[in-house]
């Protein structure tokens, strides 16, 4: 098992939409949490970090359950700009560093 | 600069030059990577440094070195280019592993 998983997609989503993603994670010991967005050829961006209570960010909300292991990022009101691949990053703590997902992909559709 | 700068953007290399890919940042951040993505791998960790004068291997180091003399300066070193290296390579860094500050690349070809 990788030890952060996320669907590829791609996600085809028409404007205003709404739409989630989740990533999952092996490590239980994982200390932090991230989600990056990465415009086609540019680097990644961090797009917000995942906080135990869950935490939102205008149409951005991320939640994160220990539990199952699993954070997801949910886009509400999808725009265009929106379009992008979305990378779920998990900080297992060492020199390790970060463990960082292939990306979800995202289609906002006119 | 106001953030992390990378040079060259794009190079195409033959096989077997040796090849230097610069990094400075100017946010005093402490720690500094590199990474490379390929297409179906993702970001790869090739080496990293949490302070100057220190540095560490990451999750693909074979191939590459790097030196952290002073805070802003990170490069990465190619001793003799191979195809396999061909990628996009992006520096990286962090103030105590907070959200890492990407540059924007480069693109290498080795041929």
């Known amino acids: 098992r990788k030890e952060v998983e996320q669907d590829p997609g791609p996600f085809n989503v028409p404007e205003g939409a709404t739409v989630a993603f989740n990533c999952t994670y092996s490590?239980?010991?994982?200390?932090?949490f991230f989600w990056y967005r990465q415009d086609c050829r540019k680097e990644p961006k961090l797009l917000m970090s995942?906080?135990?209570?869950?935490n939102e960010d205008g149409r951005f909300t991320a939640q994160l359950n220990r539990a199952s292991q699993y954070i997801s990022l949910l886009i509400r009101d999808s725009k265009l700009s929106d379009s992008a691949t979305y990378l779920c990053?998990?900080?297992?703590?060492?020199?390790?560093?970060?463990?960082w997902g292939l990306g979800t992909s995202l289609a906002v559709n006119p | 600069i106001a953030g992390i700068t990378q040079a060259p953007t794009s190079q195409i290399l033959a096989a077997g030059r040796r090849m230097t890919l610069r990094c400075t940042q100017d946010?005093?951040?402490?720690?500094m990577y590199w990474y490379r993505q390929d297409l179906g791998l993702g970001l790869r960790l090739i080496h990293y440094?949490?302070?100057?004068?220190?540095?560490g291997k990451g999750e693909v180091p074979d191939g590459y070195s790097v030196s952290r003399a002073n805070t802003d300066d990170f490069p990465l070193t190619l001793a003799s280019a191979v195809p396999s290296q061909t990628s996009v390579y992006f520096c990286?860094?962090?103030?105590?592993?907070?959200?890492?500050?990407f540059g924007s690349g480069t693109r290498l070809t080795v041929v």
């Open positions: 990053v998990v900080n297992i703590g060492g020199n390790r560093k970060l463990i």
């Open positions: 440094s949490n302070t100057a004068g220190t540095t």
């Open positions: 490590n239980s010991a994982s200390q932090s």
């Open positions: 990286a860094s962090s103030r105590q592993l907070k959200g890492y500050t």
């Open positions: 995942v906080y135990s209570s869950g």
């Open positions: 946010m005093r951040h402490n720690a």
